[in-house]
């Protein structure tokens, strides 16, 4: 690694996007991982700190993305599954046999 790998900038541009990965959501986490595992392939300080701001992007665009279909729900229900209500009355329905 040359002085110009491990300056500050290069140091700031890894720990960001270290930081990104790990709150990155779940369902797309290897992106956010692939990134991280390849910056330190990078040449120049400049590019560890273009690929780091491509991957915060990234990053920013998931978690909006998660965001924007959790809005787009009913209110009571989550990600994960259906509404709570629903749930917990389609369990007692299977536990009743119906």
Do not use: H
């Not at 790998?5 to 541009?13: D, I, K, L, M, P």
């Not at 890894?14 to 990134?35: D, I, K, S, T």
């Not at 998931?62 to 389609?90: E, Q, Y």
């Amino acid at each position: 690694m040359s002085a110009q790998e491990n300056s500050v900038t290069a140091r700031f541009a890894r720990w960001a996007l270290g930081c990104a990965v790990r709150y990155w959501p779940q369902e797309n986490r290897a992106r956010g991982l692939a990134l991280a595992a390849e910056i330190d392939e990078t040449r120049s300080a400049f590019e560890t700190v273009r690929w780091s701001f491509g991957g915060i992007m990234l990053f920013s665009r998931s978690v909006v993305s998660g965001a924007w279909k959790w809005m787009k729900l009913p209110a009571g229900s989550s990600l994960s599954g259906g509404a709570v209500g629903s749930s917990c009355r389609d369990s007692k329905l299977r536990a009743s046999g119906r």
